[in-house]
């Protein structure tokens, strides 16, 4: 084999495969529709997408010399579904500072654009990360001067054996990912069975998904209070939980489909200013837990926090556009949470114990509705349920929607008192003091 420079060896990878240069700070996902721009990094901006068996590098401009001062750049990278992304950094040498404050490089080991989760290096190192998903994201801050060189490569998720789904799996376990690695308006496909914890309301015989919701405990599910609508009732209602496309049972091993009890909506649900929309499914029958159904956590330890600025992945079946059909796969997203002050602007009646989020050409739609909200807490490794999605303005206008807010002490008061008063049911309250 022939031993090119690195440069070199950067521009045959990157032809052989797909290295596309972000002109003027625009970034835009293959296939997806969804754009963003950061004009920060207009000079220095890259996306890859991986391909099996070649191995990419990350190099500060003029390496291997050093960078000159207010060097910034960013590189986006995705690989193929149900894989992860090894990323070895073995030469990091950065000017040192308290936080990192000065000289930077910062890794977003879910794929996060806006770097909300993200973890810095400065001064002289190495490291090695592996994605949590078919996405990584890395940045460089230069403000005063050094070099960096890492080198990606695909880490195929498959050829981990993944844990049967068993009767006796752990039933207190919440949160977690099954695969470590996309309606929902410009939205991506999720992995299959990616996000354990979520579930979907379908009304029969019609078979046709008409909320989203959050599994919580063995027999219950949280979603909004205006999914339980005249129509909908426990005779013509199923709960779907382990489930990825619609249309097929040969992609997931663990679709469940149960009956339902009974819906406890919210005793002060308000139906004209959807105000305390939240209800919660009983069903008739346990779910059996897996590493690939499993309950979401819930946010005890974000009671009264601060949440603007905060990026929350929205899930759910629901239409395509406004007015649309409805996906046959399970889709996610990315908001952006915001002062509730900016839904005010727009909507009346809009209270603190909502939660307001935007995302450009980017949104919930149509039968999302009641669906999760989630925040992946970095620290904890496991991803907390924010909101429940209420209502918009039609589909990805350029107006925030409003959901509600989940972290917040009277309504889980109310949903631990519902679930101990019908069942006793603790599963759903194992990370409370966590």
């Known amino acids: 084999m022939i031993n090119f420079p690195i440069r070199v060896q950067i521009a045959l990878i990157c032809a052989a495969s797909f290295c596309t240069r972000l002109t003027y700070g625009f970034y835009v996902v293959p296939g997806s529709g969804t754009s963003y721009k950061d004009d920060v990094y207009s000079e220095c901006d890259y996306f890859t997408e991986l391909a099996p068996g070649n191995e990419y590098y990350i190099v500060n401009p003029t390496y291997p010399e050093y960078y000159v001062s207010d060097t910034r750049c960013r590189w986006v990278n995705q690989s193929p579904p149900n894989t992860s992304i090894l990323l070895k950094c073995p030469i990091i040498n950065l000017s040192q500072s308290t936080d990192c404050v000065a000289d930077s490089v910062q890794v977003s080991l879910s794929g996060d654009l806006y770097m909300s989760d993200a973890t810095k290096y400065c001064g002289k190192q190495s490291f090695t990360e592996t994605s949590v998903g078919n996405k990584l994201v890395v940045t460089l801050e230069g403000l005063i001067m050094g070099k960096l060189l890492c080198t990606m490569e695909i880490k195929d998720s498959n ?9 006796s799996g752990n039933a207190c376990e919440c949160g977690k990912k099954f695969q470590m690695h996309n309606r929902i308006v410009n939205g991506h496909q999720t992995g299959v069975n990616e996000y354990p ?4 309301l379908v009304i029969m015989p019609q078979n046709m998904v ?16 205006h999914c339980k609508e005249s129509r909908v009732t426990s005779k013509n209602t199923i709960a779907l939980v382990g489930d990825h496309d619609l249309t097929t049972e040969a992609e997931s091993d663990v679709t469940q489909r149960l009956k339902i009890k009974d819906f406890y909506v919210h005793e ?25 159904v499993m309950p979401i956590c819930l946010p005890y330890h974000l009671i009264g926090h601060n949440l603007v600025g905060l990026n929350v ?25 915001k002062a509730i002050s900016e839904c005010r602007e727009v909507f009346r009646d809009v209270w603190d114990k909502q939660l307001c989020t935007y995302g450009k050409n980017t949104d919930a739609c149509q039968a999302d509705s009641g669906g999760p909200l989630v925040y992946w807490d970095a620290a904890k490794k496991r991803w907390f349920l924010l909101g429940l999605i209420s209502y918009g303005r039609g ?17 889980l008061n109310w949903i631990e008192d519902k679930i101990n008063t019908e069942t006793g049911d603790s599963c759903a309250f194992n990370n409370k003091d966590s």
């Open 197 to 200: 914890f979520v579930a979907a």
């Open 210 to 225: 008409f909320c989203g919701a959050s599994i919580l405990g063995k027999r219950w599910l949280l979603t909004a209070a």
């Open 268 to 292: 002060e649900y308000n139906t004209r200013t959807a105000k305390n929309d939240m209800a919660l499914v009983e069903l008739d029958e346990d779910i059996v837990f897996s590493d690939k």
């Open 313 to 337: 992945t929205v899930l759910g079946w629901g239409t395509t556009s406004f007015g649309g059909p409805t996906s046959k796969v399970l889709m996610e997203t990315t908001l952006q949470v």
């Open 159 to 167: 050829k981990a054996v993944a844990p049967a789904a068993s009767k």
């Open 395 to 411: 589909c990805a206008e350029d107006v925030p929607a409003v959901n509600t807010l989940v972290p917040c002490r009277t309504y």
